[in-house]
Structure formats: structure tokens, C-alpha cells
């Protein structure tokens, strides 16, 4: 491990490229937050001999804001993450101070695994993971800018005009690499804001803000950027808050604590955390607290009119200004660590001038003496039109650049975990360190292949299709309710779904490998069993079930009982285990021993929701088999698009520029709309009707 071969930061560099090769990569990651650290360790487990560079080697996994891990849709993306054998659910369930899963009254399919964690914990461990990462080497420095050089179609593909060959780091010095991964979180160009005042250059209190790569994306590369602004509340001091409050309230979490990665399911969180859980707490606001807020609004900072914020974590200000009728607002008043003495509270995001977010903060019930060690703040920072990426992350006009978390306009250490996974993962098959799967070409040369998940596979793929087709016009935020297949989608399936496609490009190491066949063999024993063993309900009735089955003829196998909602797969099988012989046989008792004996609780309860579902998802089987076929229905290569009446001529130029290859492709190019895709979607069902008519023409009369 080669760590910080270049210490400290040149301020004042020339942007001049040097000549001279200092290191040398198969991939360079730029940046070492959540997106950063996936993306790192993602190509370098499928063999890219990777290089990190980050302005602080410290700051490494840090947890900017919230310092929680996952929440509804959010934590099904940590459960993909760690099922493509990412490091964020090892991580966090090393770190957690409270596990709890979300949405538990409803169905498992929406179910919101979420943990609170140690700040500094989590920090620590991130990086551990990191330095030891095999293949995986650290800079500490800032990049500057990037080594561009022009190409043409013939050499890049369609609509490629640059192509990366490494970055320069704020001193001058080049690192030489093929594939560069960008995920610089909120430092393009970031401003932090407090009060209509206060303005400091910054992605994040404390650190700097990247202008010169904010300058290359623009001017050299002529790509799109905009504006977006996300926030941070003040930190409290835990010992200044009155928890004795009639109205603040304590929230635990799931006892005993549910690890997020699979390869904790059935040996648990570690004892030296989950004997340690914590309690939440939380309190409301008020009408003193909202009164206060709007006689303040002219202290706010003062934005570029088109940014806007996240909409699914509103600051302070704006859950009074959009919702005038609400009485009060939540706020959770969540410990940062096991011995830390500060508490984040959540809810209470704003921009106000520190002296007037103490008294705004006062009014709260629990929080009247409360100390602030740190003020709210605003940050506004630069972000790439993610319309500009093809579905692996790369950039469409640029060989070698993927982009990755906050840079592409989504908000969240979850989302960008999961695009960290993805863009590392495609950068290395695209330097060609795979052993399998895609070729480098597939990628390098403008295609869209490579390690693709589309929203089918699961919120990953929804994540980056919406991204790619739709763009972010606000800081984008991931829910269940944004898939069309969440039935299908479920947090504890995510390894099912998606680790043969990871194993399939070389992304998976091999202890992961391992113990992902042997939880397939226990779950496939377990539905097997499942599905197999069926009974009247005259027998069932027999064996001691209770009226909750109709005594009749009617067979039900154990995945039809479960479905019915009365029993747990468990209960089912202690139940036949102890059935009497002259109704169960002795094959199928032994049985239900020998699984009670050897299956992991875990994939008890996977096969048990696999068979609550089953039958939705089969029918979910079919909508994704239609949406796919129309996704790769191929466009015919001489379709003339000027010819084509229902086309706008900003579709015509744009189409005829860059002549798609499928359905798919047509559905990622920005600005045309869906009712002409519906117009060339039927178009190109007419000619591969009337090309399967010429070619059964030409059968015809090749045997006459």
C-alpha cells in the first residue's frame, strides 16, 4: 500500500499541463467520500490497479451531514451495494449505534432497513477497508485538472470528441490512468452560506472547494453543469438538551440489532455494538418556532434564482414556507457516537445567521438552554447534467471519464454509494482488468455495454436510468415509490438479484463468492421444500394447524400457507417436523428436521417472503420480459429521421446525430419526448414485421 506519495496541497498552481509522468494507474478515483470509496474499492476488487486521490486522507468515509446509513429505498441501495460486495453495510454495521428497519407495519417489499451510526466510528472503519484494499494505492492531494486530447468518431465512437488519460494534481504533478472516476461530492465550485453575509469557499466546513476541474468540465470538455444547493442543521451539545421534556420523546431500535450485509445475516452485529445500542430521541416545533422563522426570512442567504435545494429534506425555512398549515414539525434529536457529546438535529436544516438560529432553535421544547457548537449552513456547489452519462457512468462525449454520487445531481451517501459501485466497476473492464465479461472496447469506444443494472435489477438501476434519461433538476433522492417493480425489489433479496451479474464481471472477491453459492444452496433447499410438500386441508387440519385452514380436499403446499398469512415458514416446519407418521411420512419429517437443523434463520425467512410474493413477482416476471424485449428492439440503421412527420427538428437533429441502435438508446437521448418514442417505437415494429416478411419471402423462394 503506497500511502500519500504526495503530501500537502500547491494553492496557487499553474493550470499548465506538465510532461513529465509522475505515477501511473489502470484507474484513478478523484475523491474519497462514499462515492470515492465504493468506486476505489469496486475496480480494484475486479483487478484495475487503482489509484485514490483525495485533498485529505482523513476525511476519507467522513459522514458530512446525517450521521445515519440507509431509510426507505435508501437502505434496499445499501443492500445492492454490499450484495456487488461494496463496503458500505460491512461498514456500517461495525459503526451502528441504533439498527432499525423502517415501514415495518406494511409489507416486506417496502421495508426501510436504517442505521444510526458513530460518526467517527464509521470514519475510522471506511478506512480501514480502504487501506487494505488489495490493489488499491492513496494520494493525498487535490486535483487540479485533467490530461484531454481531442478525438474523432472514427476513433472514439458516436458522439466521443475527448478522451482522458490521467489528472493533474494541484502541484503540477501528473498521475497517467486510462479510466478516471470523478466523485467529488459537493467541492465543484462549493460555496458555503450562512445568513445573507457569511460566504466561504467550501465544499464542507472545514475543506476547500475545487475550482480548476469544476473549470475543466466546463470549458474543455463543454460539458452542461448547473447549480445545486444541499444543507447541514447546527450540532448541539447533548449535555445542554433537557430529555426530561414531557415532549421529547425516546425512539430504540430493532432488538436484536439486523446487520445490512448479507455476510452478517446469521452471526449478527457484534456484540461489543449491539450490547452498546442507543436510544433516538425526538420533539416537534411550534408555533413560536414558526413565527420566529418568518420574521427572519430576510436573513437568509441569498441564491442564484434557478438552484434549488433537496425537496425530500427541506430546510427549516421552507417546511414553513410550503407547508403554512402544519403546527409543528419533527425533529429528531440523533447522538453523532457511542461517547460523542454531539447530537445532530435532524429537521432543522437552515441558512440563518448563527445568533438567530439559537433563538429559532430555543423555542423548541427540550432545546431552550440548548448549546449550539456548530451553525446550520447552506452549500452550493457545481453538478454535471447527468443526461450527458451513458447507463455505466460514463460520459458519453469523453472516453475514460465517469462521474459518480453528488456530481451527477442526486443527494444522499446511499445513492452515491451505489454510482461509486457502478462507475468503478465499469472504469475498471473499461481499462481491461476483467477477466471476464465485457471487453474494454465495449466500453472505451462509446458503446453502452459493460456492467449495466437496468430497473428491473433493482433501485440501482432505477436510480441511474432516472439520472440518465431524465436528468436532476433538483438534488435527487431515492424512495420505493420511484420503481415500478418494488415488489420484486426487495432489501432481502438484493443479493439474489444482482451478485451472479457482479460475479459474472470479476467485481465479487472470492469469500463473498463463496458464501453466496452456499446461502443459494440453503435458499433453493428451502423452496424446494417449500413448494413441494403439499396437503389437503383434511390433512393439514391433522397435523394440528388450527381452523385457520378450510378442512377440504383443496391440496396447499407450505409457500399457499404462508401466503395466507396465518403462519411463519418456521412454525411450518416445526410443525411437520413433529407431525403424526400416519398422516406425514417419515421422508418428509426427517426433512423438516434436517432444514430446521442446517438453514441459516436468514434464508428461513428469505424463502418465507419469496413465497408471500411469489406469485405477484411471476406476474412482475412478465412485465419486465416486455419492457426489456421493447427496450432492445433494434431501429433500423437507414431510418431517415427528417421523413418521419411526427418528429420536432431538435428530435430530427438530435436522433440523426446519434443514430441509436435501440429502443433503449432513443429513450436516454435528452429532449425527446415520450409520445415520440411511442411514434418510433411503433415504427420500428412495422419494419422488423415487414423485415421478417422479406426474409420469409426470400425462404420461400429459395426452395421453389
Request: hydrophobic fraction near 35%; include cysteine; glycine fraction near 10%.
Amino acid at each position: 500500500m503506497r500511502v500519500g506519495m504526495w503530501r500537502g496541497l500547491a494553492v496557487n498552481c499553474s493550470r499548465l499541463l506538465s510532461t513529465s509522468s509522475s505515477a501511473h494507474a489502470d484507474v484513478i478515483v478523484i475523491g474519497g467520500g462514499h462515492a470515492g470509496c465504493e468506486a476505489a474499492a469496486a475496480a480494484a476488487r475486479v483487478g484495475a490497479a487503482t489509484t485514490l486521490v483525495t485533498h485529505k486522507l482523513e476525511t476519507i468515509g467522513v459522514m458530512s451531514c446525517n450521521p445515519s446509513i440507509g431509510g426507505i429505498g435508501k437502505g434496499s441501495l445499501v443492500k445492492e451495494v454490499d450484495a456487488m460486495d461494496g463496503l458500505m453495510g460491512r461498514v456500517i454495521d461495525r459503526s451502528g449505534v441504533q439498527f432499525r428497519t423502517l415501514n415495518q407495519s406494511r409489507g416486506p417489499a417496502v421495508h426501510g432497513p436504517r442505521a444510526q451510526a458513530d460518526r467517527v466510528l464509521y470514519r475510522e472503519n471506511m478506512f480501514s477497508e480502504i487501506k487494505t484494499q488489495e490493489n488499491l494505492s492513496l494520494i493525498e492531494a487535490g486535483v487540479d485538472d485533467l490530461v484531454v486530447e481531442p478525438v474523432g468518431d472514427a476513433k472514439g465512437g458516436e458522439g466521443v470528441r475527448y478522451r482522458v488519460s490521467g489528472v493533474v494534481l494541484e502541484d503540477g504533478k501528473i498521475v497517467r490512468g486510462g479510466q478516471v472516476v470523478i466523485a467529488s461530492g459537493t467541492f465543484l465550485r462549493g460555496n458555503i452560506l450562512i445568513g445573507p453575509t457569511i460566504r466561504q469557499i467550501g465544499g464542507r466546513r472545514g475543506d476547500g472547494a475545487a475550482f480548476g476541474l469544476s473549470s475543466t468540465l466546463m470549458e474543455k470538455l463543454e460539458l452542461k453543469l448547473g447549480r445545486l444547493i444541499t444543507g447541514t442543521p447546527p450540532r448541539l451539545l447533548k449535555s445542554s438538551i433537557n430529555y426530561e421534556h414531557p415532549e421529547v420523546q425516546s425512539s430504540h431500535g430493532d432488538d436484536p440489532p439486523k446487520p445490512f450485509s448479507f455476510l452478517n445475516l446469521d452471526i449478527g452485529i457484534d456484540p461489543s455494538i449491539a450490547e452498546k445500542q442507543i436510544a433516538t430521541h425526538f420533539t416537534f416545533t411550534n408555533n413560536e418556532t414558526h413565527e420566529m422563522v418568518k420574521a427572519h426570512f430576510d436573513l437568509l442567504p441569498t441564491f442564484q434564482a434557478d438552484v434549488k435545494g433537496p425537496r425530500y429534506c427541506p430546510s427549516i425555512e421552507n417546511k414553513v414556507r410550503r407547508f403554512p398549515d402544519r403546527k409543528r414539525h419533527m425533529i429528531w434529536l440523533e447522538p453523532e457516537g457511542f461517547e460523542n457529546e454531539l447530537v445532530y438535529p435532524n429537521g432543522l436544516n437552515n441558512g440563518f445567521p448563527p445568533e438567530i438560529q439559537e433563538k429559532i432553535i430555543r423555542t423548541i421544547p427540550g432545546l431552550e438552554n440548548v448549546t449550539l457548537t456548530q451553525p446550520g449552513y447552506a452549500v452550493e456547489y457545481d453538478f454535471v447534467d447527468p443526461r450527458q452519462l451513458l447507463p455505466t457512468l460514463r460520459l458519453k462525449s469523453v472516453v475514460g471519464l465517469f462521474l459518480a454520487g453528488q456530481i451527477n445531481g442526486t443527494t444522499g451517501y446511499e445513492e452515491a454509494a451505489a454510482q461509486g459501485t457502478i462507475a468503478g466497476i465499469n472504469a475498471a473492464l473499461a481499462a481491461g482488468a476483467a477477466s471476464a465479461g465485457p471487453t474494454a472496447g465495449d466500453i472505451s469506444e462509446g458503446e453502452a455495454g459493460g456492467f449495466i443494472l437496468d430497473r428491473a435489477d433493482g433501485y440501482t438501476g432505477v436510480l441511474i436510468d432516472d439520472l440518465v434519461t431524465k436528468g436532476a433538476s433538483e438534488p435527487y433522492r431515492m424512495f420505493t415509490s420511484r420503481s415500478e417493480y418494488r415488489l420484486s425489489l426487495r432489501p432481502e433479496n438484493a443479493d439474489r438479484r444482482i451478485t451472479p451479474k457482479a460475479i459474472e464481471v470479476g467485481a465479487i472477491g472470492a469469500e463473498r463468492e463463496r458464501f453466496f453459492w452456499e446461502r443459494m444452496s440453503h435458499f433453493e433447499r428451502a423452496m424446494d421444500f417449500a413448494e413441494g410438500i403439499r396437503y389437503s386441508g383434511y390433512a393439514w387440519r391433522k397435523m394440528g394447524i388450527g381452523n385457520s385452514i378450510r378442512e377440504d380436499g383443496t391440496v396447499r403446499s407450505i409457500s399457499d400457507i404462508i401466503r395466507s398469512g396465518y403462519f411463519s415458514f418456521h412454525q411450518l416446519l416445526d410443525l411437520l417436523a413433529g407431525a403424526p407418521r400416519h398422516v406425514v411420512s417419515e421422508e418428509t419429517v426427517e426433512k423438516a428436521k434436517n432444514l430446521l437443523e442446517t438453514l441459516p434463520n436468514s434464508v428461513i425467512e428469505a424463502a418465507e417472503v419469496e413465497s408471500q410474493y411469489k406469485l405477484y413477482t411471476a406476474k412482475q416476471a412478465q412485465e419486465v420480459e416486455r419492457m426489456r424485449r421493447q427496450r432492445d428492439l433494434a431501429i433500423p440503421e437507414d431510418t431517415d429521421y427528417a421523413s418521419l412527420k411526427w418528429f420536432s427538428l431538435e428530435e430530427i437533429e438530435k436522433l440523426s446525430q446519434v443514430r441509436p441502435r435501440t429502443m433503449g438508446e432513443a429513450n436516454s437521448i435528452m429532449g425527446v419526448t415520450p409520445a415520440s418514442l411511442s411514434f418510433l417505437h411503433a415504427f420500428c415494429l412495422r419494419a422488423q414485421k415487414l423485415q421478417k416478411g422479406r426474409s420469409n419471402l426470400r425462404s420461400s423462394s429459395s426452395l421453389a
